[in-house]
């Protein structure tokens, strides 16, 4: 796993992209995006992993995914609340608003984005070549992440979590982001992460 | 070796998979096969021209965002068939056996970069996606209908449940029945000779009183002081004035007493009785002074009772099935009252029909119970107290005898039921009927 010294380096690392993410993405929409500092974990499993979330984790929500392919890789999990996305049809093209249908290809939108901001910023900063991307499912929806993640067991994800929040300011509407690595791509991560170290 | 480019872009044309390449205005640059075939354009017609134009459908708000996103982000874009079965509208790949009308796609937006690693152009590919979307909404459809069976089979077995109950209770009911017609005939035979010593006794004090005036009268005029003495004492020890007296209020008491025993056994004979289900020309105001006796314990602490009787005819019916109605309605009647009310019961007659009204001050029914009342298993009390069978059985009775129900209810104010029964049952039917009882 990461050393704390490693850890250290992929918070500051992960701000920085996540902070150059979010500006592509109001530049995209057109508002303002704040995001709070992430937030990692180093997690063994599922059990800590919803430890790491009991404040989000209380409220029913959907819960989308996807997954990225390349040196860096892994499944991102996107927690949008069960309401809140519906005032962002208009600044992702949608004309007629109103159905489920648009709803949920909306959140799915909103997930692609998200994760690829977050995603392609931080290959970018820890000079990894760029992730191909699975397109966005729906994960699950109507219950609590806690009674989700207690139900299922999440294989491989021994690795990292990064939460963070987002918000668009002028919606109301914020989302959070589970990173998960894989471990296939611990080493390569930590190998970046040592490179950057060195060359500072 | 190097293959020249045409090769390659051979590979390309002959992909089973849509390759559109545009601009961030939407521009075509590139077109394959794949698209020439399914949309009818060739390359040359289209190639510099918008794509908005070429494919009207296409949401264009929606689909520049994609573009922008890619531009922006340098980032994918998707779009699942499930949410948008179609961006651009292509023919069914199965035109004969196929039951959808358009080709099912997923497309994904892809940045080409150049080589200061700019987006110079969005590669869109398209998959078709047809078979799966097929085979996915017709599984679909089939758990769609399993969970409906399933509901339905749920609510089956619910019903059954609640039949299996209400069987259990009737059985009850009925053991209950024979258990009291049999005890109350137990009950009659003491009863009746008590009845009839009672009756004797009471003449026997009568003159038993009368000889001792004979005595004391005697003992006044002809006694000598000394038994005239004895005689005052031993009255006044066993306070005999009073005991006369007493006596014969005793006796009289224990005469009423009896006489309600004898007529509540009757009653509950005349009530259970299992044999008396036949047409028959009855008093009716029999019937009602009689069931009010058997559930007068369940009402008393509840309601007064208060009944107008206009004069009556004997009509023809089934005695023991129109009581149960009765019984039904009285006691809801009683349920429905909370604390203390009244329950007023009138009788009269218009024209060849008689009515029976039972009338509460209880807490009445809301209009959406009011229109299933008479259903089956229908009850607004708590499980277990009520088998929502009463009032279904009491209009069965009442069609069976040609009759009606009416109903009136205000919620807090109360309830009134109204029988009306003809006074001759049609001939014909009646026998059928008879027969099939």
């Known amino acids: ?200 | 070796m190097i293959p020249d480019p045409n090769y390659f872009e051979g590979i390309i044309q002959r992909l089973n998979t849509g390759i559109v390449i545009v601009d961030q205005v939407g521009h075509i640059q590139f077109w394959n096969q794949f698209m020439k075939l399914n949309s009818g354009h060739d390359r040359e017609d289209v190639l510099g021209k918008s794509i908005y134009d070429i494919f009207p459908e296409i949401p264009q708000s929606w689909f520049q965002k994609k573009i922008d996103t890619v531009y922006t982000l340098q980032h994918m874009a998707f779009t699942d068939w499930k949410k948008r079965p179609y961006v651009f509208r292509f023919p069914t790949t199965r035109p004969i056996t196929g039951e959808v009308e358009f080709m099912y796609q997923n497309c994904t937006f892809s940045p080409l970069l150049d080589e200061e690693k700019k987006v110079a152009g969005v590669l869109i590919v398209v998959t078709d996606i047809t078979e799966v979307a097929e085979q996915t909404l017709a599984m679909q459809r089939l758990t769609n209908s399993l969970e409906r069976e399933k509901r339905e089979q749920q609510k089956l077995i619910t019903k059954l449940e609640e039949a299996q109950n209400q069987l259990l209770q009737s059985e009850k009911m009925a053991a209950i029945g024979q258990l009291a017609a049999g005890v109350a005939h137990e009950i009659n035979n003491p009863t009746g000779f008590v009845y009839s010593n009672m009756g004797s006794l009471g003449h026997m004090v009568e003159d038993l009183m009368a000889v001792i005036d004979v005595y004391e009268d005697q003992l006044c005029r002809n006694g000598v002081p000394e038994a005239q003495e004895a005689v005052r004492q031993a009255k006044e020890k066993y306070d005999f004035d009073y005991l006369k007296e007493d006596l014969v209020s005793l006796v009289k008491e224990s005469k009423d007493g009896i006489e309600r025993i004898k007529r509540i056994v009757e009653d509950l004979k005349g009530f259970s009785h299992v044999g008396e289900s036949e047409w028959q020309m009855a008093d009716i105001h029999k019937g009602l002074d009689s069931t009010l006796n058997v559930v007068w314990n369940e009402v008393k602490y509840k309601a007064e009772v208060e009944k107008h009787f206009e004069d009556l005819p004997e009509i023809e019916c089934i005695p023991s099935q129109i009581n149960q109605v009765f019984m039904n309605l009285v006691v809801n009647a009683a349920h429905s009252i909370e604390k203390k009310g009244k329950i007023t019961i009138c009788t009269g007659q218009r024209g060849d029909q008689i009515f029976i009204s039972v009338a509460d001050t209880g807490c009445g029914i809301s209009q959406e119970h009011l229109n299933r009342i008479f259903e089956p298993f229908f009850t607004t009390k708590p499980v277990g107290k009520g088998t929502g069978l009463g009032l279904s059985v009491s209009y069965n009775i009442i069609k069976k005898h040609h009759g009606h129900i009416e109903v009136n209810s205000t919620p807090g104010e109360g309830t009134k039921f109204v029988l009306w029964l003809p006074v001759k049952q049609p001939e014909i039917e009646t026998e059928q009927e008879a027969a099939q009882s």
């Open chain 1, 1 to 200: 796993m990461f050393t704390q010294e490693q850890l250290d380096a992929l918070q500051e690392i992960i701000n920085i992209a996540m902070g150059q993410g979010a500006d592509r993405l109001a530049r995209l929409i057109e508002t303002f995006v704040v995001l709070s500092v992430p937030r990692l974990y180093a997690v063994k499993g599922s059990d800590d992993m919803h430890e790491a979330h009991q404040q989000i984790s209380k409220q029913p929500v959907i819960t989308t995914r996807q997954s990225f392919i390349g040196p860096f890789r892994g499944e991102v999990l996107v927690i949008f609340g069960m309401n809140g996305a519906n005032e962002l049809a208009e600044l992702m093209g949608y004309v007629d608003d109103g159905e489920a249908q648009i709803k949920e290809e909306l959140i799915l939108d909103l997930t692609n984005l998200l994760v690829g901001a977050c995603i392609s910023g931080i290959c970018e900063q820890l000079h990894l070549e760029q992730s191909t991307f699975s397109s966005p499912t729906l994960f699950f929806e109507g219950e609590t992440l806690n009674s989700f993640i207690q139900g299922t067991a999440l294989k491989d994800s021994k690795a990292l979590l990064v939460e963070i929040q987002f918000r668009i300011e002028s919606h109301a509407f914020a989302c959070e982001l589970l990173i998960c690595i894989s471990n296939t791509s611990i080493k390569a991560v930590s190998d970046a992460v040592d490179r950057l170290i060195d060359s500072v």
